[in-house]
Each structure stands twice: as structure tokens, then as C-alpha cells.
């Protein structure tokens, strides 16, 4: 398992390497200058040349790369064009709203989906079966920012129930309920985009393991139906189940950019939106390599817990 787990590392730092390129020439390729914002009509020549220089632009990309390649290994992200603040400051700033709002969203995900996947397994073809996989299709096909939009029309506006952005209300960074308040809105809308997927993989699952031998000998047996739907039938539906978390992270990065600019939500997702906007390259750089190192970390994770939820999967080739 360790040399397994070792080799994936050193796999993954060509990969790496190749998305930090393919992010380097994609950033430099869009329209428009990161300087203009520092310019002013009336400066001449010689003053736009000494800004430009002074935010590294005056060089070739490809010392430009190799300068941003050296950085990143020492740690140093460099700073942001539009702020002038460390990137790596900003980043830890922006980072703990994301995190609460995507593990709060996908704990919800999962609590909604393990059990309507299941009930829709042990009825399946019934009404409840159906009802449950005609609104999984309905909510993959309900695009998130409409939903978003939808909720803060109604929950929001007309019945003015719950926040319609942000993350606090202002003077009031230390009450708990305001936050979670301003929490429900965006989980929603991010849960029920991801449980959707996961419901359809849960039945699945579930359908399969019913089918198995062993299942009709614990019946045989005359254990409860309890102790078989978790002692063999969840365990050993799991591996599908994990699965999806690590195909479906980048998906959840990026309903996490669309949410949290719908909502006003500090996070990483609306200051990679503002970073695109403002053509600030080295915070886009930075969240690019991060998630692709957070994406490649999750994979890793999920084989090791194939290992763990099922004795037979070993890695020792």
C-alpha cells in the first residue's frame, strides 16, 4: 500500500506540472492587459513600461513560467495585480468559507441520498421508486444559478425568510445562528446538485449487492432485516458510493464558483470569479494548482478507502 500510495505521488507531479502549463498559456491568453488597471490616459510611455515591469509583465512567458515554477516550490505564490496583497494571504482568507460551505453541502448530499437511494432500491419499480428517480432527473437537468436565483426570489425577497447573500451580517461576525442562517440558501442549491447523482449511484449500488448469494443466505438464515441492510448490504455498496466523491470534486469546485457568486459568498469560488475579471494571473495560478492538487489528493484517498472498505482490493503491483 505505501509503495502504491508513493508511486501515485511521483505520478502525479508530471501531471501537475501539465495543468500548471496548460493554466499558464490559458490566463495569458485572455483578452486584455492586468497593467490596465494601473494606467490612466495621462501617463506617458516610459511610466506604462515601469508598471508593467514592476508586475513582471515586461518579460517573456517563458521566463515569466520558470519565475512563477521557482516561487510556487519555495512557497511563495507572489502577489495579487489588483490588491498587491501576498496571494497566500488572500487564499487563507478565502479558504475557510469554502471549506464550510462544501462540507456542509456534501454531509447534506449524503444524508439526503444514502437513504432515498436505498428506499428507492428496496421499491424498486414502485412509485416511491419512480418519484425519486424522476426528481433526481429533474434536478440534474435544473441548471444551480437558476435554482439559486429561484430561492432568493421566493425565500429570499417575497418571504424574507433567510439572507439572500453573504456570509454574516455586518457588525455581527460572531453570531453563530446568522451564519448558519446565511448558510441554508447556497447548501441547498450545492446539495442538491451533488445528492442527485449520488441517489442514482446508491440504487444502483444497492440493486447490485441485493442480487448477491450471500444476501439471500442471511435471509435464509432469518437475521433481521436491520442487521442485513447494515451489516451487508450498506458495507458492501459503499465502493460506488466513494467513488463519486472523487469524480464528482472538480464538479463540486466548480458548483462552488457558481454558488458562491450567486450568494455573495466569501469564498475561493467568487474571488476566482473576480480574479478572472481582473486578470489578476497569479491567484488565478494559485487556485488552478491547488485544486488540481486537491482533485489528485481525493483520488488517492478514494483507493486507500477501497482497501479499507474491501479486504480483496490490494495494490502491491
Known sequence: MIRYVLKRLVISIPVLFLISVGAFILVHLTPGDPADMYISPDMTQAQIDLTRSALGLDKPWLIQYFEWIKNFFSGNF??????RQPVAEILAQRFSPTLLLMSVSLLAAYLAAIPLGIIAALNKNSWIDRSIIGWTFFNVSFPPFFLGLALIYVLGIK???????????LGQENDIAGRLMHLVLPVVVMASQFSAN???????????VLDQNYIRTAVSKGLSELHILFAHIFRNSLIPIITVIG???PKIIGGAVITEQIFQWPGIGSLTVAAINSRDYPILMAIVILSAVAVL????LVD???AVIDPRIRYEK
Not at 507572489?78 to 490588491?83: A, C, P, Q, T
Open 78 to 83: 507572489g502577489f495579487s495585480f489588483s490588491s
Open 159 to 169: 418571504l424574507a425568510i433567510f439572507p439572500t447573500g453573504g456570509m454574516v451580517v
Open 198 to 208: 449520488m441517489i442514482r449511484y446508491v440504487r444502483a449500488s444497492v440493486l447490485d
Open 247 to 249: 469524480t464528482d470534486l
Open 297 to 300: 489528493l481525493a483520488n488517492l
Open 304 to 306: 486507500v478507502l477501497y
